[in-house]
């Protein structure tokens, strides 16, 4: 797709490619505000140490990992299949004065460039999701990372088992998305991060905090039908937005914050 091309998300996320957090109903916090609490989240749970090293598993433009590195101190390399986003999120690294200490790189998660025991800590910010196998993923992270090390992420999973409209709202999403067709119950998640030699070590459902996120899509694609329309095609609109109202209807997929250490 070329630069400038609008999709769905344009109108709606900025350089943070993540779902916003509220905590409540009332929260009234904008989405930039909403998406780096998120990331804050998840800066908490790394438990970087100072001078240590980060690996930024589907890095995005950037904008979260020059945010972990401020906070934290530590080096940040990131890595994403899509160049250009690399691209972006070096020029961002530059722009902010870290590039010393961050940046990114184009690889593959399945199949990570480094060798093993190479990073303190690892994290993958909505990420997972888009990435064909998370075993193969989670493995590839464990690998790197050494033993102690911990991986914080977040990434859509289902709380209960779905009834039939709830599991076609998700199937369409994850379809329409072209996001991994599987998602997972706790239970499963937890048995595939074992199978790679990690252990669970927090588990919060933050579903209902993301929620939100599903109805600006929603919505955000209402407002903006036509333009999308031009450059998508009509019946590309009608599919995001079956798939978007599903998920506002059902509740669904949940959505969770997780960190496992590596035995
Ligand atoms: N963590 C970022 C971006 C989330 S979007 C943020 O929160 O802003 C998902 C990211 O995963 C994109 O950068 C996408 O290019 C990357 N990605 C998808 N499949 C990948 C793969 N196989 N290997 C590496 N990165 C991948």
Redesign the pocket.
Known sequence: MSEGTPTVSTHVWD????FGYWSSAEDDSSLPEA?DRL?DMMIQRIRAPRGGRLL??????G??ACRLARATGASVTG????SA?VDEANARAAEEGLAGRVRFEQ????DLPYPDDSFDGAW????IL???DRER?FRQIARVLRPGGRLVLTDLFVRAPLDEESGGAVRTFLEVGGLNPAVHTIEEYVAMLRGAGMRCAEFVDITSETLRNYEMLRDSLRENREELAAVHGAASVADWERAFDGCVTAQEPGYLLLAAVVA
């Open positions: 350089a943070n490619l993540h998406t990331t930024d598993v589907g890095c995005g433009l904008k979260p890595i994403s299949i899509d986003q690889a593959d998660a399945m993958a910010l909505e990420s888009h990435m064909p993923v």
